[in-house]
């Protein structure tokens, strides 16, 4: 039975993920760098705003920082409890997730990668996807509370595995990205009505989730939102093309669009939404996608 649920790290994700915890359980410890934070979470949901040192005396510990770096740095002196389970919904690097599960094995405690897609509305409706890499006995322990914002929850493999698939699916997601930027600026070149065949595409063979999501609802209309920074996207397709070169793969494509994506990402302020890439191709074609 899961007692106690902590949350660390209230960003854009993470903030709405912490949010379902107090629907399936009494206590949900919260906590922030930015601690004014933590307590507007729990005058907002009835959460419990505590030091990093209490938090981690929960059963089940979620994180969800910008790297895995920033959740090592945490964890360097911290005692967690006997038997907890820390559920690291950061996009992080695979390499990081074994380490961190030998250290915290070492602890008594499991650690487990469990990056999340679906975006913040996704986080607010409690329908994200989950992908964990690590001991199956936490996983299992560790599911009900993940249940509380996730939908489809899937165990893909060993420490790592997680952050290798979220790694991979946003990286297919920039090769999208590049592509419909490329595409619609050559036919706003020749002159065809975008939102016209934008929805011939979305009912074709050519539609993903750019094309039925992001274009529409960020970049047609000009509003680029900010719900996941270009700068974190330019990071995860950096540790997809490093597991590419590790595993000593030719990856012509993700290699073009990690380049591109890193470009981009250098070009824009570091607050800039992931969609805002697009702007780079119209810089160079002085074609407006609208």
Request: hydrophobic letters at 45%; glycine letters at 8%; aromatic letters at 6%.
């Amino acid at each position: 039975m899961i007692q106690s649920v902590a949350f660390i790290g209230l960003g854009a994700m993470g903030y709405r993920m912490a949010a379902h915890l107090p629907k399936q359980f009494d206590t949900v410890y919260v906590w922030n760098r930015n601690f004014d934070k933590a307590e507007q979470h729990a005058a907002e949901y009835g959460t419990q705003a505590v030091t990093l040192e209490q938090a981690v005396q929960a059963d089940i510990i979620f994180s969800c920082l910008p790297t895995s770096a920033d959740v090592a740095q945490l964890l360097e002196n911290l005692s967690l409890k006997s038997g907890s389970v820390w559920v690291d919904c950061t996009s992080g690097v695979p390499d990081s997730a074994q380490t961190l599960a030998a250290q915290l094995a070492e602890r008594g405690a499991i650690f487990l990668d469990a990056p999340v897609s679906g975006q913040t509305i996704g986080a607010e409706n409690g329908t994200l996807t989950v992908m964990v890499g690590g001991d199956v006995q936490g996983f299992e322990k560790a599911l009900p509370a993940m249940q509380a914002f996730g939908t489809l929850i899937k165990h893909v493999g060993e420490s790592g595995a997680g952050f290798a698939v979220k790694a991979v699916n946003n990286m297919l997601m920039a090769v999208n990205l590049c592509a419909v930027a490329e595409g619609f600026t050559t036919l706003k070149a020749h002159g065809v009505n975008l939102n016209e065949a934008l929805d011939c595409i979305n009912a074709s063979s050519g539609k993903s989730m750019v094309t039925e999501t992001v274009l529409p609802q960020r970049i047609l209309n000009r509003s680029f939102p900010v719900t996941f920074a270009l700068p974190l996207l330019a990071k995860d397709t950096g540790i997809a093309i490093d597991l590419a070169r590790e595993a000593k793969l030719s990856a012509p494509v993700l290699s073009l669009t990690q380049n591109l994506i890193q470009a981009a990402s250098d070009l824009s302020d570091k607050n800039s939404d992931f969609s805002s890439a697009v702007k780079m191709y119209e810089s160079w074609s002085n074609i407006t996608i609208e």
